[in-house]
């Protein structure tokens, strides 16, 4: 397939086509929208940062600016094939944050018609579908359902109950993923994983819990002793973060 590395970062709207950037974790192949992508790096010194999350290995600096650098095998729970050598570096809703993987090859022009759903291998499944290319399979992650995941590990701990970092994980994972949200995959795999794990889905309730946390002075407490834990989460404001659940919950589900 034809690789289009100068043209325009998305495609025109009624081409039937897309842009990925192809990357490899261990013997797997995996895609990222083109979109998405601000520039790929070679490995960089990283400062580890003190009780950081598990899957962030710390910040790096590029021109300047600090980074989270989040370990993608880590987070996928695949094995690298010796020392990844790659980063790349993503520029979303103004939030940086980099991903260590272990080589990018190249950028691909893809028709959707070389696309299929990823087959069932487990209720799990992390995959939005697989590109089939004439030499080999690339597989694309599926945002929606991994959101849907930690909305309910949030709301099955009991709201006001859940650990600061899940609430970030979840305004992470939708800040980088809602300008590309298929909101009605999204709301079927919440109600699939929802039901799967015998948790009650009750929009309302969780608006209302997420008002009652916004002015409970002890959550708000507990934001601000992680942000100072975790230099990864930068200046987002606890108002902020909420406000932002709240928004997205309201408009996706």
Request: glycine fraction near 6%; charged fraction near 25%; include cysteine.
């Amino acid at each position: 397939m034809a690789v289009e590395e100068n043209k325009g970062i998305l495609l025109e709207t009624g081409t039937n086509e897309f842009e990925i950037v192809e990357f490899s974790i261990g013997s797997v192949n995996y895609g990222i929208n083109v979109a998405k992508v601000r520039e790929v790096i070679t490995r960089t010194p990283v400062t580890e940062m003190p009780q950081a999350h598990p899957y962030v290995d710390g910040l790096f600096t590029l021109r300047g600016k600090a980074i989270p650098l989040v370990n993608l095998p880590r987070c996928l729970n695949m094995p690298s094939q010796g020392e990844p050598k790659n980063i790349i570096v993503t520029e979303i809703n103004n939030y940086d944050i980099g991903f260590l993987v272990d080589s990018v090859s190249r950028i691909h022009r893809i028709s959707w018609k070389n696309m299929e759903p990823a087959p069932e291998v487990g209720d799990q499944s992390r995959v939005v579908g697989i590109v089939k290319m004439q030499e080999k399979i690339i597989l694309l992650l599926d945002f929606e359902t991994i959101i849907a995941e930690k909305l309910e590990t949030v709301v099955s701990r009991k709201t006001d109950n859940s650990r600061s970092k899940d609430f970030y994980d979840l305004y992470l994972l939708f800040n980088l993923k809602s300008d590309n949200l298929d909101k009605n995959k999204l709301r079927g795999a919440v109600n699939t994983t929802f039901a799967y794990r015998n948790t009650e889905l009750d929009v309302n309730s969780i608006l209302s819990d997420l008002n009652d946390i916004q002015s409970n002075a002890g959550f708000r407490k507990r934001w601000e002793l992680y942000c100072k834990r975790n230099a990864y989460v930068g200046e987002l404001s606890f108002d902020q973060m909420i406000e932002s659940l709240r928004g997205y919950i309201s408009i996706y589900l």
